[in-house]
């Protein structure tokens, strides 16, 4: 299977884990001219955007460590982005998580950044 598509199948399965768990999933794969976010979703009358992370092994670490500075940055641009292009309002209740997934165990990091 190629990257992409693998990395579709584990987007996939954090969505399904969100909604499993009381989130209502908004948006897949938001993109803009700064960036991508993974999953745009609502809880509790919070906006959660989500990064989701994979590793088939641990060779190169678990996967929720692979969400660099640099990362949360863009991740933070394309989330302002989306308020003020979207939802059209830059005073929204929001927070940043990660979903690691490691093989098939699924971590949930709420508030990771």
Do not use: P, W
Not at 84 to 111: S, W
Request: proline content about 0%; charged content about 25%.
């Amino acid at each position: 299977m190629n990257k992409r598509k693998l990395g579709a199948e584990k987007e996939r399965m954090a969505a399904d884990y969100l909604g499993e768990n009381g989130y209502t999933v908004l948006q897949m794969n938001y993109r803009c001219k700064i960036g991508e976010i993974d999953i745009i979703a609502s809880n509790n009358d919070a906006i959660i955007f989500v990064e989701v992370k994979f590793r088939s092994s641990s060779r190169y670490g678990v996967s929720i460590e692979a969400v660099s500075a640099f990362k949360q940055k863009k991740i933070r641009q394309v989330a302002m982005y989306y308020m003020a292009a979207v939802l059209h309002q830059n005073n929204v209740n929001c927070r940043f998580d990660v979903i690691g997934i490691d093989g098939t165990e699924i971590t949930h990091i709420t508030d990771a950044f």
